[in-house]
Structures are given as structure tokens and as C-alpha cells.
């Protein structure tokens, strides 16, 4: 059974910095399009970011400029830089994996996930 484990989550204030990691045994990252995603409270899953097999990203307008999504092939982990966290950001965050996406941006692209872990950015 495939896990992914994301990390990293946390409470802290607007303006600061987070590093979200996602981990996995299961798969050869390398073979993979690794994408975040988030979800609010009462909201729908949103797409944040992804890095596809080769290396490139792709990222929602509201985190453009802000967050940073990069790969540890070596390390099977993929990271999610968030700088400049505003109370919008506070979500529980998701990481998923799929061999190939036809939507970088939707989650039905997708076939494995994490379990999440929990941003809560407070002003």
C-alpha cells in the first residue's frame, strides 16, 4: 500500500515560514508528478502546487511568488517552501502523486495521497 506522509505543518503568525515535506518508500519519486493541495474549513480541495516528472512547476495564483515547490529525487520527498503565510493560507495540506495528470491543477488527476498536515497561520 502506497503511503505518502507529509510534515511539517504548524501554528504560526502572518509573514512567517513554513517547509512542508511528503515522503514516501513506496514509490520512485522520479516516476511520479508530485502535487500540494489544501483544504480549508467548509471548503473545497484546492490545488496549490506541483512539480511534474522533469522538473517543472506549477502553482495556484494566490501562492505564486510565495510558496516553492521542489523534489529530492535521492531522497523520495518532495517540499512545499511557504514564505509570507497570511491567514488564507491555514488549511490542512495535502500531497499527491500520480505517474501522469491531464490537469496539473485538479485533484482527480491524482491517485495517491497523504494524510495531510495542518497549517494554521493566525494574524
Known amino acids: 500500500q502506497v503511503q505518502l506522509v507529509e510534515s511539517g505543518g504548524g501554528s504560526v503568525q502572518t509573514g512567517d515560514s513554513l517547509r512542508l515535506s511528503c515522503a514516501t518508500s513506496?514509490?520512485?519519486?522520479?516516476?511520479?508528478?508530485m502535487g500540494w493541495f489544501r483544504q480549508a474549513p467548509g471548503k473545497e480541495r484546492e490545488f496549490v502546487a506541483a512539480?511534474?516528472?522533469?522538473?517543472?512547476?506549477y502553482y495556484a495564483d494566490s501562492v505564486k511568488g510565495r510558496f516553492t515547490v521542489s523534489r529530492d529525487n535521492a531522497e523520495n520527498t518532495v517540499y512545499l517552501q511557504m514564505n509570507d503565510l497570511k491567514p488564507e493560507d491555514t488549511a490542512l495540506y495535502y500531497c499527491?502523486?500520480?505517474?501522469?495528470?491531464?490537469?496539473?491543477?485538479?485533484?482527480?488527476?491524482?491517485?495517491?495521497w497523504g494524510q495531510g498536515t495542518r497549517v494554521t497561520v493566525s494574524t
Open positions: 512539480t511534474a516528472r522533469f522538473g517543472s512547476t
Open positions: 513506496q514509490l520512485t519519486m522520479t516516476n511520479y508528478v
Open positions: 499527491a502523486a500520480a505517474p501522469s495528470v491531464f490537469e496539473y491543477f485538479s485533484a482527480r488527476s491524482y491517485e495517491y
